[in-house]
C-alpha cells in the first residue's frame, strides 16, 4: 500500500516545491525594484562640536534629514540603489563647557545634499523572520557651501589661519556613508525600516574650518531615521 503511494507522494512534493520556488521567483522579480523615502535627523562632530566636551552630546545641534531613493533587488540577501540625501548640520562653539572653544565662539550651518550609491546586504533574509537586520554602504558625492561665522578673533595667526580656509573652502567632497538598520514587510508591497548612518569625508570642510580650527581633527556627519519602501 505505502509503495503505491510513493509516487503520488513524491509528484505532490514536487509540485509543492515548484509551486515554493516559482512563489519566492515571484517575488525576487515582479518585485524587484523599490522606491524609499526616509525622514530622520542628522549630526555632525568637526572642528566646532566635540562629544568629548560634557556640555554636548549625540543631540546636540540636531538637523533635519530627508531622503529619496530607488534601488534594485538582485535577491533575497542583496539590493543596489542611488540615494538622493537633503540634511542640515551646524554648531556653535558657544555650547561648550571648555573655555578656549567658548572664548572662539566660532559657528556654522550648512545645507547638504548628498547623491550615493548604496548596497544593502540582508545577512538573515534566508531565515522567516518578521525584523531582518541590515548593512548597508556605498561611494558618493557631497554638496553644501558651509555658512560659517569666525567672530571673536583677537590674533593675527588665526586671522591669517581664517583667511586661508575662507580661500580654500571646499563645496564639495567624495563621501562614504556606513550604517545598519532593521527592516520589516508591512505587507507584500510596503516596507518599514529604521536605520542610522555614519559619514567619511574626503575633505575637512563641512563646518568651513580647518586651519583656524584643528586641521588634525576630521569631519564626520551621519542621520537616522524611518525609511518607507514600496516595491515595484
Same mark, same amino acid.
Given at each position: ?25 515571484? @517575488? ?17 562632530? *568637526? ?20 531622503? =529619496? ?18 540634511l542640515t548640520v551646524s554648531a556653535d562653539e558657544a555650547n561648550f563647557s571648555d573655555p578656549g572653544?567658548?572664548?572662539? *565662539? ?10 550615493? =550609491? ?32 569666525? @567672530? ?62 584643528n586641521s588634525d581633527v576630521g569631519d564626520y556627519y551621519g542621520d537616522g531615521g524611518l525609511k518607507i519602501g514600496y516595491k515595484f
Open positions: 500500500m505505502l509503495l503505491a503511494l510513493c509516487p503520488f507522494l513524491l509528484y505532490s512534493q514536487s509540485n509543492i516545491n515548484v509551486i515554493e520556488l516559482d512563489d519566492k521567483m515571484e @517575488r525576487t522579480t515582479s518585485k524587484s525594484l523599490e522606491g524609499t523615502l526616509a525622514i530622520g535627523v542628522s549630526a555632525y562632530e *568637526g572642528d566646532l562640536l566635540s562629544f568629548d566636551d560634557e556640555n554636548l552630546g549625540l543631540f546636540s545641534d540636531l538637523g533635519f534629514s530627508i531622503a =529619496i531613493g530607488v534601488k534594485k533587488h538582485f535577491n533575497e540577501h542583496f539590493t543596489l540603489g542611488i540615494t538622493y540625501t537633503n572653544h567658548k572664548a572662539r *565662539g566660532y559657528s556654522f550651518e550648512n545645507n547638504l545634499n548628498e547623491i550615493s =550609491i548604496l548596497a544593502e546586504y540582508f545577512p538573515f533574509a534566508d531565515k522567516n523572520w518578521k525584523l531582518q537586520p541590515y548593512v548597508y554602504v556605498g561611494p558618493g558625492l557631497v554638496f553644501g557651501s558651509s555658512d560659517t561665522n569666525f @567672530r571673536n578673533v583677537g590674533d593675527t595667526p588665526n586671522t591669517v589661519n581664517i583667511n586661508k580656509d575662507i580661500s580654500e573652502a571646499k563645496s564639495s567632497s567624495f563621501v562614504l556613508p556606513i550604517g545598519f538598520g532593521a527592516q520589516m514587510d508591512l505587507t507584500s508591497k510596503i516596507t518599514l525600516s529604521a536605520q542610522a548612518s555614519l559619514r567619511f569625508l574626503a575633505n575637512d570642510y563641512i563646518d568651513g574650518t580647518s586651519q583656524a580650527g
